[in-house]
């Protein structure tokens, strides 16, 4: 039997929890994402960078987040995918833009070139969906036989993986800012601490200066 073929869109938090998710089971992955950063991130995964069909844009913004990018790069994005999603079993999107709608990634016209019994999990379907025919908190099934899952709420169906992540993020947020040993003094000044630090001692905080955008 072959294994199932995944395709992951947007290699974030998610995403790539969805590509070791995925590798683990078995399933041959691959994946995309506009920051160039993130071909590293897949390959380590055991999965198979998928690049646009285009040279020289990046799309990565402050922060590591996405940015938006440019029509021309829209259109390449579109085409690459056009190419490779016919091909999928399973296709996981995750691309957000921070304030910003769910760009859409699949079109209707992708989802009819796949084959039927397909998945589409659409992560975004929060803040619009990166496929059109997305329904939040709804699963459908096109005439075509591909079934588009559009749950917004997660964390709330995995309660207890929920609360080990936030756990865990917790304990490596008080690791950072040193421990039991060294807590506080310099550690309030490391770049993860104090972006996320609102007051301290009693006092308000400025807020950081903004990054500069991305070149276009």
């Known amino acids: 039997v072959p294994p199932a073929r995944v395709f992951v869109i947007g290699v974030g938090v998610a995403g790539l929890s969805a590509i070791a998710t995925a590798h683990a089971l078995g399933a041959k992955v691959c ?23 285009a ?25 690459t995918y056009a190419r490779i999603v016919p091909e999928m079993d399973v296709v996981i999107t995750t691309a957000m833009i921070p304030n910003r709608a769910a760009p859409t990634l699949i079109t209707e016209d992708m989802v009819r070139s796949m084959r039927r019994g397909s998945v589409i999990v659409d992560l975004a379907a929060a803040t619009g969906g990166n496929c059109p025919l997305s329904q939040a908190d709804r699963v459908v099934e096109t005439p075509g036989g591909v079934t588009i899952i559009g749950e917004t709420n997660y ?62």
């Open 155 to 216: 964390p709330a169906a995995m309660a207890a993986q929920a609360s080990d992540m936030i756990g865990s993020n917790f304990a490596a947020l008080l690791e950072t800012l040193g421990g039991a040993a060294d807590f506080g003094g310099a550690h309030w000044d490391d770049p993860i601490v104090r972006p996320a630090t609102i007051a301290h001692q009693g006092q308000l905080l400025p807020p950081l200066p903004t990054a500069p955008a991305a070149p276009p």
């Open 55 to 79: 040279e020289g844009i990046s799309g990565e913004g402050a922060g590591g987040y996405a940015s938006e990018v440019g029509d021309a790069f829209k259109a390449a994005q579109l085409a």
């Open 31 to 53: 994946a995309n994402d506009v920051r160039a950063a993130a071909r590293d991130q897949v390959g380590s995964l055991g999965a198979e960078f998928v690049p646009v069909d």
